[in-house]
């Protein structure tokens, strides 16, 4: 093995330059294959967590997924007549007994419940009027499953609790009516109840439609205000482990039939268009290491070309054709360990680089950073497909070159 060796490294150091210039194709190869990977794996992270983080793992809606059987038809299936244009009594929507559902979601580790009852109503102030979002929360239950928390300019949800009749309302809605902390406003709901609240928090999420419209209050104050006593109609469930959430939600729905959905049923469509952009991105960056394997080939074909007659006097010194072979597979291992381990360290660099840009995009008015993936399976995969261009592109030349007859060649040469 270290005779191979050492006419594989013979043979690099003989043709310095074409050497360097295979070895340069690996080395970029290999760190634009990090710099684009880690690039186009950040920005799925980054969209994934702003999209879980800000929306609810499971939500549980006063819905059912299948209409459920009348009793009429359950107790006689031949029997029972269905009767068209009756009147069906107005009764309150909304989850019945969600106090047991929240009961069971919080009996399981790892997982945040939190009742919401949404509605709308118009807001009115200073003769203007606009309809709006009116969601009644718990406001400790809240902040355990979302990060409003963290999008607040002035006050917080806590506030709520101190002020029974306050509102909290987004930056957007308090613009357009030129709102402040501490004003009064008319809330007027569907069922015509009228209620004067006081602003007690502003947030701003940077969702222009969500801060124009979305307000919050306390949730027994909504219910009174639509006229929906004891009743949410939706339960925001958050986890630590967010892809558990369609087991959750299956397990919510055949335990109280209501619709659970989770947060991957709900973004199948996105998460089919992350995984085909993944697959395009990685047979771009691919195809960059598959170019420089063509240089790897072309050198070591040159060599074999070159070396024909050194070949055939090994082979009349004893040298096996899988000897032969070794030697021409060690310089393309040879090229492919410092080409990946020296565009490893590039492609580092180049992340770094990236990671530390700022960018303004058109309209915006914060400075954003690309989103770097730092992962170490992305490095681990980068080396292993270099290195196995690397093989590949010498193999061809090796197998040709342990097929090499030592007598015709060295009676040609005579």
Not at 158 to 178: M, S
Not at 258 to 285: G, Q
Not at 357 to 379: D, N, R, Y
Request: some cysteine; charged content about 20%.
């Amino acid at each position: 093995m270290k005779i191979q060796l050492d006419v594989a490294l013979g043979h690099l150091t003989s043709r310095r330059r074409q050497t360097l210039v295979s070895l340069s194709g690996v080395v970029l190869g290999v760190a634009f294959f990090l710099a684009v990977s880690s690039l186009m794996r950040g920005s799925e992270k980054d969209f994934l967590k702003r999209m879980v983080d800000n929306s609810p793992h499971v939500t549980v809606s006063d819905e059912f997924r299948n209409p459920q059987p009348q009793p009429a038809w359950t107790a006689w299936p031949d029997g029972a007549v269905r009767t068209n244009h009756v009147k069906v009594p107005n009764e309150p929507r909304g989850i019945r007994g969600y106090r047991q559902i929240l009961e069971f979601l919080e009996a399981q580790p790892g997982v945040r419940a939190a009742p919401v009852l949404q509605g709308t109503a118009v807001l009115n102030f200073a003769g203007k009027q606009q309809g709006i979002t009116l969601s009644g929360v718990v406001p400790a239950k809240m902040r355990q499953v979302t990060t409003i928390d963290e999008k607040f300019l002035t006050g917080d949800l806590e506030a709520l609790n101190a002020t029974p009749n306050g509102i909290v309302i987004g930056k957007g809605l308090a613009d357009k009516f030129n709102l402040r902390m501490g004003n009064t406003l008319s809330i007027l709901s569907p069922s015509g109840q009228n209620r004067t609240m006081k602003i007690v928090g502003i947030f701003r999420t940077g969702i222009a439609n969500y801060d124009e419209s979305q307000t919050f209050m306390m949730l027994k104050r909504s219910q009174g205000l639509l006229d929906r006593p004891n009743r949410v109609n939706r339960i925001i469930v958050q986890m630590n482990e967010p892809y558990d959430s369609p087991a959750i939600a299956k397990e919510v729905e055949t335990k109280f039939g209501y619709k659970s959905v989770s947060w991957i049923e709900a973004s199948e469509d996105i998460l089919s268009l992350l995984l085909v952009r993944n697959l395009i991105m990685y047979s771009v960056v691919s195809a960059i290491l598959v170019v420089a394997a063509f240089g790897i080939y072309n050198t070591i074909s040159t060599i074999v070309m070159e070396k024909t007659k050194d070949i055939a006097i090994l082979k009349s010194m004893g040298f096996h054709s899988r000897d032969i072979r070794l030697i021409f597979l060690f310089e393309g291992l040879i090229v492919g360990l410092i080409g990946s381990g020296v565009g490893l360290i590039f492609g580092a660099i180049l992340m770094r680089i990236l990671g530390q840009l700022e960018i303004k995009a058109p309209g915006m008015t914060e400075l954003v950073h690309l989103p770097i993936w730092w992962g170490s399976e992305q490095f681990v995969l980068a080396a292993m497909f270099a290195m196995a261009s690397c093989v590949a592109a010498a193999y061809l030349p090796a197998r040709k070159a342990g097929r090499v007859h030592p007598v015709d060649i060295l009676r040609g040469a005579t």
